[in-house]
Each structure stands twice: as C-alpha cells, then as structure tokens.
Nanobody, 124 residues
Framework: QLQAFGGGLVQAGGSLRLSCAASGPTFSSYPMGWFRQAPGKDREFVAAISWSGRRTDYADSVKGRFTISRDNAKNTVYLQMNSLKPEDTAVYYC???????????????????WGQGTQVTVSS
C-alpha cells in the first residue's frame, strides 16, 4: 500500500514537499514515480526514481523545479516542489513500478500500485 500526503494550498513561487509512505519489506527494490492529474486532463508523468535512488527522471514541465528522492530505510519517497506555478495545480499520486529492480518509466501502465492522491493547489 502507498499513502501520499503533504499537499495543500500555496501561493505561486512557493514550495511543498510531498511524501509517499509504503508498506511492505520490498519497497527498496522497486522504482517509484509521481504522477499528477488536473481537472479535465489526463494523468501525466511528473518524476521517477530508480530503486537505488541513483537515477531520476523528470517531465520537462517540472525539470529544475521538482526533486524526487527516496529513503529506503523509511520506506518513503519524496517530491520536493519549488517555484510552484498555478499550472502545477493537480492531484498528485505516487506509484510503484511493476518491475522489481527495473528501470524508471514515464508511462502509467508500467506502475501497478497507486496511492490515494494528495491535492496541490497553487494560487496566482
């Protein structure tokens, strides 16, 4: 199971850090990802991190502003979001890749376990 939290209301230019806590002993062996879905839009990739944490990938829209990281000792993955823009407003979901020790993926079909989502609202 995955539980995402840390969302909220923030002004443009502000920061938030999302956390995603995972249960189970195998968290450290799976790549993890963050996706988001804005009202009326499809779910889109935001960032992914390899099981070791050595590789990270970002959507162009958040590159340089967001940072994904993980603490395998705490079974938690984070998304640090800086310089937030109104267009970052969405429900943010964390997800576990379906392949143990696999590569990072941008496509939601490659993930088989999803958290419940946390709302991020950025006001202008």
């Amino acid at each position: 199971q995955l539980q995402a939290f840390g969302g909220g209301l923030v002004q443009a230019g502000g920061s938030l850090r999302l956390s995603c806590a995972a249960s189970g002993p195998t968290f450290s062996s799976y790549p993890m990802g963050w996706f988001r879905q804005a009202p009326g839009k499809d779910r889109e990739f935001v960032a992914a991190i390899s099981w070791s944490g050595r590789r990270t990938d970002y959507a162009d829209s958040v590159k340089g502003r967001f940072t994904i990281s993980r603490d395998n000792a705490k079974n938690t993955v984070y998304l640090q979001m800086n310089s937030l823009k109104p267009e970052d407003t969405a429900v943010y979901y964390c997800a576990r890749d379906e392949q143990r020790y696999g590569s990072t993926h941008w496509v939601s079909d490659e993930y088989d376990t999803w958290g419940q989502g946390t709302q991020v609202t950025v006001s202008s």
